[in-house]
């Protein structure tokens, strides 16, 4: 299981929020770039990006900062958050990002999604974010009628090969992921599962370990000093 430390984008500086609330806000880092390269020294193989300006207004504003991570770490990069078009697309791939992540818009544009997946394959993850086991949308302000399971079967189907299932309660809260609703989601859908939400031990890192999700991104418990990255064993 990979383990992804999540580093989140808002007016330029890496911070944490509750339950995607925007104004609950916690600033870490002034300058991103410093903490992802705290995180590769550490001994992250991935690191987990999240431009949140892009999630809330639709349009990904923090490519000079992504950039910046790009050039100061020599590991791979995923990167989500306003992510609505192919050419946002093929600007952060020119950067040097090694995998997008697709929220709102692959569920309300499937042409755009299918075009993405036959140009780029597993390059495209599908980020799940669900409220009451409901699809939340457009930054997690608005929630769908579509259900997080319904949805992630049809991604299966139209050939996506990884998603990221978050809950949305539990994010930020530091009280524990949703692992009954996570072990459900994984024993319907036959591709990869990145847990996010409320990592808050290593004891929950083994738990999504034995449901058998590919990975689980962690956050505030990074940054709180509840897990630590160096000694953790959980791989």
């Known amino acids: 299981m990979v383990i992804y430390p999540a580093i989140d984008i808002k007016d330029g500086k890496c911070v944490r929020l509750t339950q995607g609330k925007k104004d609950e806000e916690i600033i870490y880092f002034e300058k991103p770039e410093d903490v992802a390269i705290m995180w590769e020294k550490k001994g992250a193989k991935i690191l987990h990006i999240v431009d949140l300006d892009g999630a809330f207004d639709g349009v990904s504003k923090n490519l000079e900062q992504i950039k910046r991570i790009r050039e100061v770490v020599n590991i791979p990069i995923q990167v989500g958050g306003g992510i609505r078009s192919l050419e946002v697309m093929n600007n952060l791939f020119n950067v040097g990002v090694n995998r997008v992540i697709l929220g709102t818009k692959a569920l309300q544009d499937k042409d755009m999604l299918k075009e993405a997946v036959n140009s780029y394959g597993d390059k495209i993850i599908v980020s799940i974010d669900a409220h009451n086991g409901y699809v939340a949308i457009d930054g997690w302000t608005k929630t769908s009628e579509v259900s997080a399971v319904d949805f992630a079967r049809e991604m299966e189907e139209l050939g996506v090969k990884t ?60 940054y709180e000093g509840r897990v630590d990255l160096e000694k953790i064993e959980v791989k």
């Open 163 to 222: 998603i990221v299932y978050t809950d949305i309660a539990r994010d930020g809260m530091l009280k524990g992921p949703n692992f009954e609703a996570i072990n459900y989601l994984k024993d319907r859908v036959n591709i990869d599962i990145i847990a996010s939400g409320g990592v808050s031990s290593e004891d929950d890192l083994v738990k999504l370990k034995e449901i058998g999700v590919a990975g689980a991104i962690v956050g505030k418990a990074l």
